[in-house]
């Protein structure tokens, strides 16, 4: 090898050694600001400096499962893009979504969803509005969740996935009945699509108990209701 050759190769590996360095430190000494105009993306998953995730922005087709302490799980049907909220240990505690299209026959369809979740638990007050057609929904609904975590109903599903719908349904009842029981909606507030505006008040077992509407038409009605959903009082009178 003459001596020409060896400097090119010589230099060569110096030229390599300083970009890796450079490139390398400027890795490290990246700034901690960034400012700029504008920005694309699909998500952004917002971290505490320990690594824990706190917020998820992201588009339809990047939407994130359901995650627990950090660790992330399928969702059964989040398919929205939105923002998804975390508590302290990484763990989903509420949620904003939109969305809305023109379907294939013209119906025009828009809806937006907020939530606030239990520990390890799911959602307990939520604020809807959907609009699908010439008709439009409002609603803000209280929900009393069972104590156990969300993440043993999750295990469950996933094991017994694969088994007849009717050995799923008796494994799920059976499940909820040695938990705590399910889900009751307690008070339920908003507009009907037919121009109802109502509000509902239900017992701790979910059953409607007291009810106040006004149609539409601006006719006003009050009722109580026993535990069997019959009516026990109403105004103005019934005749």
Known sequence: ???????????????????????????????????????????INIREPDGTLRL???????????????KEYPHPSRQSAGMIFL????????????GGEKSADGTKQSYG?????????????????????????????????????????IQLQNQIKNLPPEEQ???IEAFFASH?????????MGRGQDGTVGLGMMDAQGRP???LMVAADGTPKVQTLDENGKVTGELPVAH
């Open 1 to 43: 090898m003459s001596a020409s050759q060896r400097f090119l190769m010589i230099y060569s590996g110096v030229l390599t050694a300083v970009f890796a360095v450079t490139v390398l430190s400027g890795f490290v000494d990246a700034p901690k600001k960034l400012s700029i105009e504008q920005l694309d993306v699909q998500r």
């Open 56 to 70: 998820v922005v992201s588009n339809t087709d990047k939407a994130p499962g359901i995650y627990i302490k950090n």
């Open 87 to 98: 508590n302290d240990e990484g763990t989903e505690n509420g949620g904003l979504i939109f």
């Open 113 to 153: 969803h907020l939530s606030f979740d239990a520990y390890e638990q799911d959602q307990t007050l939520t604020l809807d509005s959907s609009h699908e057609g010439d008709s439009h929904s409002n609603r803000i609904t209280l929900i009393d969740r069972p104590p156990f975590p969300i993440l043993e109903l």
């Open 169 to 171: 349904a008796k494994r």
């Open 180 to 188: 705590g029981g399910k889900s009751k909606t307690r008070m339920s």
């Open 209 to 211: 108990r007291l009810l």
